[in-house]
């Protein structure tokens, strides 16, 4: 017996680009009198009445699992002439999966009832994103009230998510928003208008609405399950990092790829978990069944219910169908993520062949990285010697370096170890754990302290053992330097093989300098580091700029810089720096000195205010000439 259709004459709104065919979804939000909230009513189009069980449409969707959507052309899951047949459209009646609620003013959902729905000839209007916003800015447009009404209920439920905890981010300027599980990604450029929030927050809502009734049913559908990971990070310490590397494109693509890293893929199964990323007891997908198989399986699942009919699948056939899903979600990412890795070393491999002082601090770490695995070559070697000097190397450098297995990186490893060690012994316990995340299997590396002294005058001793191989005691007045220089002794004595197995430190008889020791020379010393050139104190240095390109200069300004320098016998630029403002959004501010020329600039990130500076400096370099 089929359930009862529900027909309602207010007018639906079909927000999509306009160029759409497969339109999933229509909705109409009403004020509620005295600021009580929305009256909220959504359609899904029905896709399982028009496309049956083991059709030869349902085949091709099982097959094809989503819509694929490639530069040039689309690939329809259900192919188009289902697709056309169950489409929301303006000119033709259809059946629907209708889901209404009251949503409170502050995002709250109550009083859900899922139905049959039927949508007349005429009913739905289609509205494109980039038409939205004009919508919005004038009241005499017809559609102006309900799509005001929606934009207000979607901030609603916007505000209600990031209040309950999920990690809720849309940056329509520069096209990125969080998905589902909490990744960033990018909004294509005809979608980055506030229509794109009100139909991602309208779904989100509808989904979860439609899980908890399911629950509340007893109704076994694929629910969206996603797990947390206790690595990932809180939502408040995740949203700070974002807003403050919005402005900045190097530190955005990190913390992006740090994300995609750390948090956990969401999963389909027949029992619900919750889903962590959206801090939801329960969520499924049911708003595309056009573009998505899990949402016709569950479209099915929820109208057999409302039909009072056979279930479409019995429990095992559920579960194994969620797997099935899950597995071919894991291998597509999977292949995706290796066509990247491979395209990225074809990339890598190109601009190793280029100059190499002129790439910028992260394509040089791929280049180190790629070449690591072969025998050293000499342009690298020099490259890592002119970064070492320049302190243009970072702890992920090093421990991309230190890995390098061919002795003919030997020299070099030595080299820049004891470079970094001198000028930067802070950096020591940096290295070790960028080391130890890209070795879990390995053992941690250990750290002994020893004490001596009176309390007033301490004197601390420190050993670290790395990969099994003992460094040698490094004494400091304070714990933390001592600590410091037995890392970089420890790295340095496992790359020459020589173990320190003195179980106790020879303390000095005098007291010491609060910087750490040297540690004790190992057979294989490595090669001398030459010290910097003194730096001209006369006056500012008159710079040879005979062919000096300035399109070139700014493309990469810090080691246009250090090029500059050296190629006038000058010492390397020198930065100052200093952070201003409140915590969560610091302002920092660079200085750069170079042969008796300064220049000043800030930034949202240390980087990029060191990146200025040097930009700002060529600039009044070049304007002198």
């Not at 929305?38 to 399982?48: K, M, P, R, S």
């Not at 399950?225 to 949203?239: F, I, K, Q, W, Y």
């Not at 990225?344 to 791929?366: G, N, Y």
């Not at 890592?384 to 320049?390: G, I, V």
Request: with cysteine.
């Amino acid at each position: 017996m089929a359930s009862p259709t529900t027909t309602d004459l207010s007018t639906l709104l079909m927000i999509d680009s306009a160029t759409a065919r497969d339109r999933d979804d229509a909705f109409a939000v009403t004020p509620l009198s005295g600021g009580r909230g929305w009256a909220v009513e959504v359609h899904i189009a029905g896709v399982a009445d028009v496309v049956d069980l083991g059709s030869v449409a349902d085949e091709q969707a099982f097959l094809r699992a989503e819509t694929r959507y490639l530069p040039g052309r689309t690939i329809p899951m259900l192919g188009d002439t289902a697709e056309q047949a169950a489409t929301l459209t303006a000119g033709a009646a259809r059946t629907s999966l209708r889901v209404t609620g009251t949503l409170t003013p502050d995002g709250r959902l109550h009083g859900v009832t899922v139905g049959r729905g039927e949508i007349p000839s005429g009913r739905c209007v289609a509205v494109d994103h980039a038409q939205v916003p004009g919508i919005l800015t004038d009241p005499a447009h017809p559609l102006h009230a309900q799509l005001a009404a929606a934009d207000a209920a979607a901030q609603a439920l916007l505000g209600g998510r990031r209040d309950g905890g999920a990690l809720a981010f849309y940056d329509l300027t520069r096209g990125w928003a969080t998905n589902e599980d909490g990744a960033i990604v990018a909004i294509a450029a005809e979608l980055r208008t506030v229509a794109y929030v009100i139909v991602q927050e309208l779904m989100i809502a509808t989904n979860e609405a439609v899980a908890l009734w399911c629950v509340e049913q007893g109704l076994p559908i694929l629910f969206r399950n996603h797990r947390p990971n206790p690595v990932a990070g809180s939502t408040d310490e995740l949203m700070t990092e974002i807003a403050a590397a919005a402005g900045d494109p190097d530190l955005f693509a990190k913390l992006r790829g740090r994300l995609l890293s750390t948090l956990r893929a969401a999963s389909y199964d027949s029992t619900v978990h919750g889903h962590y990323g959206l801090r939801l007891s329960a969520y499924t997908h049911v708003t595309s069944p056009l573009r998505r198989v899990a949402d016709l399986i569950n479209q099915r699942i929820i109208l057999a219910h409302l039909d009072h009919t056979h279930a479409p699948y019995t429990g095992d056939q559920l579960a194994a169908l969620g797997a099935d899903l899950n597995r071919r979600t894991r291998q597509a990412r999977e292949a995706k993520k290796n066509h990247f890795k491979h395209a990225d070393h074809r990339h890598v491999t190109q601009e190793a062949a280029r100059d190499l002082t002129a790439l910028d601090a992260r394509t040089f770490h791929k280049v180190l990285k790629t070449a690591a695995t072969a025998p050293l070559r000499d342009e690298i070697a020099a490259e890592l010697a002119r970064r070492a000097d320049a302190d243009l190397l970072t702890a992920p450098d090093v421990a991309v370096l230190i890995d390098a297995a061919d002795p003919t990186w030997r020299p070099i490893q030595l080299r820049v170890l004891d470079t970094l060690a001198d000028a930067h012994p802070e950096m020591g316990p940096s290295v070790v754990s960028v080391w130890r995340q890209a070795h879990p299997d390995q053992p941690p590396t250990e750290v002994e302290i020893r004490r001596n002294g009176a309390d007033h005058h301490p004197l601390f001793a420190a050993r670290a053992t790395h990969l099994g191989i003992r460094g040698p005691w490094t004494t400091a007045a304070a714990k933390k330097p001592a600590e410091q220089a037995a890392l970089w002794a420890a790295l340095r004595a496992q790359l020459t093989g020589t173990d320190h197995p003195a179980p106790e430190p020879e303390w000095p008889a005098a007291p010491q300098n609060p910087q750490p020791a040297t540690p004790p020379a190992s057979a294989d010393p490595g090669p001398a580091i030459s010290p910097p050139p003194p730096r001209d104190t006369t006056g500012p240095a008159v710079f040879n700029l005979d062919g000096a390109k300035k399109s070139k200069a700014l493309s990469n300004p810090i080691a246009w810089l250090m090029s500059l320098a050296q190629n006038n016998h000058q010492a390397p630029p020198e930065w100052e720096f200093r952070t201003d403002g409140p915590a969560h959004a610091p302002r920092f501010t660079a200085t750069v000195h170079l042969a008796g020329h300064t220049a000043t600039a800030d930034a949202t990130t240390k980087t990029a205010a060191k990146t200025a500076s040097a930009t700002a400096l060529i600039e009044a370099l070049l304007t002198q000439r």
